[in-house]
């Protein structure tokens, strides 16, 4: 093979002319200094001053949040020189660097993802039908090519200069979100405001993360706000991290920087495949199969009205107690996250006593609804931990649509076909027992500790009901003694899993200290489930 260099190139090695032909051809070095110059401009970015006042925030740039997210030296950029094509209000002769927008593709870990980028430092990140389209085309090409995407969104939402080009420019962008969604994970990175129509593709997106101090998701801001209720509130009040976090439920993830934020993402991307036709990546593991989960057998020796946090049984259960917590602030009383048993990811939904008891609420119904579907959407196996008295009661729940929002967890339980493992905890009363994944929603493994309390409800409701004449009718003296009498031979008959288990409905009740290996086993065996096919989307109640 001969040199590309300058010389190869004029004088083809068999030609009889050696000289060199004059003039016409221009350097090589020209050009490639040309190029170099555009792609050195382009990446420079916004203003320096508009870079600074960046960094006086506290926040990366553009390029440098795709650093902290991609391998190094993977970034393939799409798109580096696209201008805007608007002419008005002076935008040509900004020269707006990319339109104000990082697109392009790269690797987490060594495995493939697409992300995109917006420049606060150039019109505020501002989207203009350019910026828009820059986003569009790398989302069809992540589509096609079955990758993740990452939004990183920093930006004043539409271009004002631009009218409605860019709230068409929104619309495309919303319309790939949907496509793509359930068939590539998408996952926002909000690091700065987010406001107006914008919030809305995060809101498509699977998980969102956000950084204290920094992120602002809001339809309408402080000022609106007043103008049109009267009430005053700051930006971080309305919305900053802790509220989506905690309040409303937008955000999954919360950071306490920015460097924390992008290595959190690729924790997560570690837990998911690249696509809806891959299996979750599995890893091997050196965590013992059958390293025993002694706090289990304490639960089972435990006053059943004692609260417990569920993350401890989570953690000595999942391999090198490893645990991603989604949606660690919001609707307490359910915990859903991330673990592997025996190196295979497992999505985990788990009643949590420590809060409301862990019964089952509005929130807690669409919380873990929505993850349920996320997982059967990307192949992982779902384990549902249950401790759940019921639904909690009372007139703000049911006037809040908890028939409508406790429908969503059957309706994600049932459509589920990744494998479905359960574990019975303690108590499992009722509807809620029902909801939590049990054989009928076409559970593939009901499991249940020996303590387990599975029954249409607990022993004091009960009673109360099946006995209340003889209740009112007892001498008071002899009242509390006749209702504890009565609890206890409901309890033997019936809280207890050995009825359930007679029934087939719990198919066998464990060891508690060998659960780490009889979940591993089950959802080995599951490994291959054959899937059916649901013929169709249904309906689920919204
Ligand atoms: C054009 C914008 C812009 C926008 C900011 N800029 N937002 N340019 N369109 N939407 C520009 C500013 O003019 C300024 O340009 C630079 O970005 C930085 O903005 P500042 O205001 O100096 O920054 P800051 O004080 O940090 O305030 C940030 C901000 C504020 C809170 C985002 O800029 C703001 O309120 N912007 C407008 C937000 C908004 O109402 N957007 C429309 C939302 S409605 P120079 O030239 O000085 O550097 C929407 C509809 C979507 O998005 C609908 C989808 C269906």
Redesign the pocket.
């Known amino acids: 093979m001969p040199d590309l260099n300058e010389d190869a190139i004029r004088t083809p090695q068999n030609s009889a002319d050696k000289k060199p032909h004059p003039k016409k051809i221009r350097p090589v070095s020209e050009s490639i200094t040309k190029y170099r110059t555009l792609r050195s401009q382009a990446e420079a970015g916004?203003p320096p001053e508009?870079i600074e006042a960046q960094k006086k925030r506290g926040k990366l740039t553009a390029r440098e949040r795709i650093a902290y997210l991609l391998d190094e030296g993977s970034f393939q950029e799409v798109g580096l020189l696209v201008q805007s094509r608007c002419t008005d209000f002076g935008i040509k002769d900004?020269g707006i660097q990319g339109d104000g927008v990082v697109t392009g593709f790269g690797k987490v870990n060594g495995r493939p993802v697409a992300v995109f980028s917006q420049d606060?430092t150039q019109?505020?990140?501002?989207?203009g039908l350019a910026h828009a389209r820059k986003i569009a085309s790398m989302m069809d090409m992540a589509r096609d090519a079955g990758v993740p995407v990452v939004g990183i969104l920093d930006?004043?939402?539409?271009?004002?200069?631009e009218g409605v080009d860019?709230?068409d420019g929104?619309?495309e962008i919303?319309y790939r979100n949907t496509q793509a969604s359930g068939k590539i994970p998408q996952i926002s990175v909000i690091v700065g405001?987010c406001?107006?129509?914008?919030v809305?593709s995060p809101a498509l997106t699977d998980f969102v993360f956000m950084v204290k101090g920094i992120s602002n998701m809001f339809v309408t801001?402080p000022e609106v706000v007043k103008a049109a209720t009267g009430e005053e509130v700051d930006f971080e009040t309305l919305g900053g991290s802790h509220t989506h976090a905690s309040k409303s439920g937008v955000c999954h993830f919360v950071a306490n920087s920015e460097p924390d934020c992008f290595r959190q993402v690729k924790e997560l991307l570690s837990f998911l495949p690249c696509n809806s036709s891959e299996p979750a990546p599995a890893i091997e593991t050196k965590d013992s199969h059958d390293r025993k989960v002694p706090l289990l057998e304490k639960l089972c020796e435990m006053d059943p009205r004692k609260p417990y946090r569920v993350h401890h049984i989570v953690w000595w259960l999942a391999d090198d107690h490893k645990f991603m917590e989604v949606h660690h602030d919001y609707a307490k009383n359910i915990v859903i996250g991330f673990i592997r048993l025996g190196g295979q990811v497992v999505g985990v939904i788990a009643n949590n006593p420590s809060h409301m008891a862990g019964a089952l609420d509005i929130n807690a119904s669409d919380k873990a609804a929505r993850f349920i579907r996320f997982l059967n959407c990307f192949n992982i196996p779902i384990l549902t931990l249950v401790d759940v008295p019921g639904y909690w009661p009372g007139v703000a729940q049911e006037h809040g649509g908890i028939i409508r929002h406790g429908a969503k967890l059957l309706y994600a339980y049932s459509e589920a076909t990744v494998p479905k493992v359960s574990l019975v905890l303690r108590k499992a009363y009722g509807g809620a027992y029902i909801a939590m994944s049990s054989k009928y929603l076409r559970g593939d493994f009901n499991f249940s500790l020996p303590s387990a309390e599975i029954a249409v409800m607990g022993p004091r409701g009960a009673i109360e009901i099946l006995y209340s004449r003889q209740i009112k009718e007892a001498k008071d003296e002899e009242r509390d003694e006749l209702k504890a009498r009565l609890a206890k031979e409901y309890s033997d008959k019936f809280a207890s899993p050995y009825q359930t288990a007679s029934t087939g409905s719990i198919d066998e009740v464990i060891e508690p200290a060998s659960a780490r290996a009889t979940l591993i086993d089950a959802f080995q065996l599951l490994r291959n489930k054959k899937r059916r096919d649901s013929g169709g989307p249904g309906n689920i109640p919204l």
Do not use: E, M, T
Not at 123 to 127: K, R, V, W
Not at 155 to 161: E, F, N, P, V, Y
């Open positions: 916004g508009r900004k606060f019109l505020g990140g501002s989207l930006s004043g939402g539409a271009r004002i200069q860019s709230l929104y619309g919303f405001p406001a107006g129509g914008a809305y801001g």
